[in-house]
């Protein structure tokens, strides 16, 4: 602690080792290749069908997709209710 503020130091290795960790891209939404633009994603969630919500604060929508990752409805809601996951 110093001036009541926790202060946390990492050694210079990780103290596990690292690891190299190889991505693969299953879907991609936007891009130059579409029409497609997000402006500040703030959520992802999912619904028990595995359809795919992509909350947009700055431009106030809401993108669905679905599980295959096709992109369906763009909503303008009213109002989003946010609950704790």
């Given at each position: 602690?110093?001036?009541?503020?926790?202060?946390?130091?990492?050694?210079s290795t990780p103290?596990?080792?690292?690891?190299?960790?190889?991505?693969?891209?299953?879907?991609?939404?936007?891009?130059?290749?579409?029409?497609?633009?997000?402006?500040?994603?703030?959520?992802?969630?999912?619904?028990?069908?595995?359809?795919?919500?992509?909350?947009?604060?700055?431009?106030?929508?809401?993108?669905?997709?679905?599980?295959?990752?096709?992109?369906?409805?763009?909503?303008?809601?009213?109002?989003?209710?946010?609950?704790?996951w």
């Amino acid at each position: 602690m110093i001036k009541g503020v926790e202060h946390i130091q990492n050694p210079s290795t990780p103290t596990d080792g690292s690891i190299d960790v190889h991505l693969k891209e299953l879907w991609r939404a936007g891009g130059s290749e579409g029409d497609l633009i997000f402006g500040m994603i703030t959520q992802i969630r999912h619904d028990v069908n595995g359809n795919i919500f992509v909350m947009d604060a700055q431009l106030s929508q809401v993108h669905v997709y679905s599980p295959q990752g096709d992109h369906g409805a763009v909503q303008k809601p009213t109002r989003i209710i946010s609950k704790t996951w």
